[in-house]
């Protein structure tokens, strides 16, 4: 049995298997690093596990289903929704677009 300087037992297997852990992990680290900087610089979530990375942009948050046509984009008589412009969901950090209200030709 081999015990290090503290008295830890130190297993060689283990210390190998730790060392290639901590190698691919670096390899991983310097293969996306230039993706992971771009992501960051545009503040995408990231999220890693070994040799995956996930980047979601956060403002793909902000979109949710139109109330209005229940996300279908079609409104009445088969005509794009108002609301949505028939792509049938609404970007909460844009604001709405109001088209101008048809004249009615009567008084202002
Ligand atoms: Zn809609």
């Not at 902000?62 to 409104?75: D, F, M």
């Amino acid at each position: 049995m081999q015990f290090d300087d503290i008295g830890v037992r130190n297993l060689p297997a283990a210390g190998l298997r730790t060392r290639a852990i901590t190698l691919m992990w670096k390899l991983g680290e310097a293969a996306f690093a230039e993706v992971d900087t771009f992501a960051w610089v545009q503040r995408w979530q990231i999220s890693r596990q070994w040799y995956v990375h996930n980047y979601r942009d956060r403002r793909f948050n902000a979109l949710i289903a139109c109330r209005l046509c229940t996300a279908t984009g079609r409104g009445n008589a088969g005509k794009p929704c108002g609301e949505c412009d028939g792509t049938g969901r609404v970007n909460l950090l844009e604001p709405p677009v109001r088209r101008p209200e048809q004249s009615s030709g009567g008084r202002p």
